[in-house]
């Protein structure tokens, strides 16, 4: 047994895939070396979670369920009926590697209880690997995370609880970048000490992307606000141009993605002007997904 000390998974579930989100369950209860919970939140379903899960007799999970709220809301009704001193949140199409758990918990101690983290394999719907995500940095990386620098998912990530509270409730206004909000308040908080080692299994597939592209430009522009009003004294700043010109790099790759040439134009000048180095930031994140997605590609394509 590794270090002493709860860990709470938290989970939310609306209207899963019953074969993943059983594989998702399996993977929390199987961590090793490591005292866990997984708290599932049952996001008003049509068919009961409970009754998805028949069959799992374990004590270490318990079923919550709420009239039908959105992601945030599961993830802080999670939060307050976990017992854990640590929290990790995870979806029910995701899969945590089985020693994970413990790794992080150790780095976090050992680190006087920073945020610990571990690396994300991006996976295809039958959990094939495609590619992994690893990040260098360490201690106080709030406005790394701004820029969209701090590249680990909230799957990866393991919170000392306090921190997990004191960030405030998870931010319902957003439709596909509310991890990043909450991580980016937690970061104010805290150091974080990183692994390279896989934490999570992160699936990818249709029905977990959004179909609105811009919902995602519109969400980076509020996290980015919201950061700015909690930090007035930044506006005017680099940063605050640095951030701009980040909103306009992912604008102009989300663009010239569905073939708008005159809108990724637009944002890759902006970008330019605001700080060139956006650019490169999203072309190095953009590039290993972009290599998986060719070599898997069947020759011809």
Request: aromatic residues 6%; charged residues 25%; glycine residues 10%.
């Amino acid at each position: 047994m590794g270090p002493t000390g709860l860990v709470s998974v938290v989970m939310p579930v609306f209207d899963p895939h019953e074969p993943w989100l059983r594989a998702a369950v399996a993977s929390v209860l199987g961590q090793r070396s490591c005292a866990v919970e997984l708290v599932v939140v049952d996001d008003g379903c049509d068919e009961p979670i409970a009754d998805t899960l028949t069959g799992i007799d374990d004590e270490r999970l318990r079923v919550v369920r709420v009239a039908h709220g959105g992601v945030s809301a599961a993830r802080d009704a999670g939060l307050a009926a976990s017992r854990g001193r640590w929290v990790r949140y995870t979806d029910a199409d995701d899969v945590l590697e089985a020693g994970s758990t413990a790794r992080l918990l150790r780095l976090s101690v050992a680190a006087g209880g920073a945020i610990a983290y571990g690396a994300t394999v991006f996976c295809d719907e039958n959990l094939r690997p495609v590619w992994t995500m690893r990040c260098r940095l360490g201690g106080r990386v709030a406005r790394a995370c701004l820029l969209g620098r701090f590249t680990v998912r909230l799957q990866a990530l393991l919170f000392p609880r306090e921190i997990a509270e004191r960030a405030g409730g998870w931010f319902g206004g957003l439709r596909v970048s509310e991890d990043w909000d909450f991580v980016l308040r937690a970061l104010e908080l805290a150091d974080v000490r990183g692994e390279r080692q896989p934490a999570v299994y992160y699936r990818r597939h249709p029905a977990g992307l959004t179909s609105h592209p811009e919902a995602g430009i519109d969400d980076v522009r509020l996290v980015v606000e919201r950061y700015l009003d909690r930090h007035p004294e930044m506006r005017g700043t680099s940063l605050e141009r640095r951030s701009d010109a980040m909103v306009h790099a992912l604008g102009a790759r989300i663009a010239a993605t569905r073939g708008d040439r005159g809108a990724a134009g637009r944002h890759l000048g902006a970008a330019m002007l605001g700080d060139p180095r956006a650019i490169f930031g999203e072309l190095r994140r953009s590039a290993p997904a972009l290599r998986a997605r060719l070599s898997a590609a069947p020759a011809g394509e």
